[in-house]
C-alpha cells in the first residue's frame, strides 16, 4: 500500500494556527479510529503528540489536536510558538497485513 | 526512566547482513510490543517490524523474507537481524515501544542507530 498522503509544507506566523492533512483510504485512515502523530524536530527522534485521533499523551500541550472525517485526518496546532517548527508524520492503523503506514511527512515553518 | 538503547548499526555492503540491538529499560518489557521504524536520508518514516511481548511477529513487504524481529524478554532486549542487505535499507533505525495498550502507537523511541549499505 503506498503511504498516506500530507502536505509537503505548511507555515504560519507566532500565534496564528496552522492545520496538517493526512490522507488515506477506507482501508486505513477511514477504516479504524487509529490515527497518530509525531513531531521532529532537526537530528532528534520522533515523539508521540497525537493518538487514536484525538488523544494526547501526558505533557503534549492543548495547543495541539487532532481529528477526522471520513478518510482524512488533520493535526491542528494552535497558538504556534517558534519551537513547533519542525516535520510532523501521520501514521494509521491499516489492518493486519499492512499494520501501519506512515504520511510523507510535512515541515512546518513559524514565520 | 523508561530508555531504549540501539546498537550495531555501522557500514556493510550490498548482500551482507547485519544485527541491530535495543536495550529497554525503566518498564516491564513483557508487556509491550516492540518495532523497529527507519528513516532514510531525508526522507520520512517507515515501519519495518513488530513483535508482540509473547513474540508474535509482523513485518513490512518491503524487508519480509529478509529481516528478522525478535525478543528476549529475560534480558528486556530486542533485535532485528538484517540479511540481504541492499542499497535501499541504508537509513537510522529507530526501536520504539508501544503504549501498552495499541501495539500501533509508537510512545517511546530510541536515539536510533545509523546503517549505511554501500560498496
Known amino acids: 500500500q503506498s503511504a498516506l498522503t500530507q502536505p509537503p509544507s505548511a507555515s504560519g506566523s507566532p500565534g496564528q494556527s496552522v492545520t496538517i492533512s493526512c490522507t488515506g483510504t477506507s482501508s486505513d485512515v477511514g477504516g479504524y479510529y487509529s490515527v497518530s502523530w509525531y513531531q521532529q524536530h532537526p537530528g532528534k527522534a520522533p515523539k508521540l503528540i497525537i493518538y487514536?485521533?484525538?488523544k494526547r499523551p501526558s505533557g503534549v500541550p492543548d495547543r495541539f489536536s487532532g481529528s477526522k472525517s471520513g478518510n482524512t485526518a488533520s493535526l491542528t496546532v494552535s497558538g504556534l510558538q517558534a519551537e513547533d517548527e519542525a516535520d510532523y508524520y501521520c501514521c494509521s492503523y491499516a489492518g493486519s497485513n499492512t499494520y501501519v503506514l506512515f504520511g510523507g511527512g510535512t515541515k512546518v515553518t513559524v514565520l | 526512566e523508561v530508555q531504549l538503547l540501539e546498537s550495531g548499526g555501522g557500514l556493510v555492503q550490498p548482500g551482507g547482513s547485519l544485527r541491530l540491538s535495543c536495550a529497554a529499560s525503566g518498564f516491564t518489557f513483557i508487556n509491550y510490543a516492540m518495532t523497529w521504524v527507519r528513516q532514510a536520508p531525508g526522507k520520512g518514516l517507515e515501519w519495518v517490524a513488530t513483535?508482540?511481548?509473547?513474540?508474535?511477529?509482523i513485518y513490512a513487504d518491503s524487508v519480509k523474507g529478509r529481516f528478522t524481529i525478535s525478543r528476549d524478554n529475560s534480558k528486556n532486549m530486542v533485535y532485528v537481524q538484517m540479511n540481504s542487505l541492499r542499497a535501499e535499507d541504508t537509513a537510522i533505525y529507530y526501536c520504539v515501544r508501544d503504549d501498552g495498550r495499541h501495539a500501533e502507537v509508537f510512545e517511546i523511541w530510541g536515539q536510533g542507530t545509523r546503517v549505511t549499505v554501500s560498496s
Open positions: 487514536q485521533v484525538t
Open positions: 513483535v508482540r511481548g509473547g513474540g508474535d511477529t
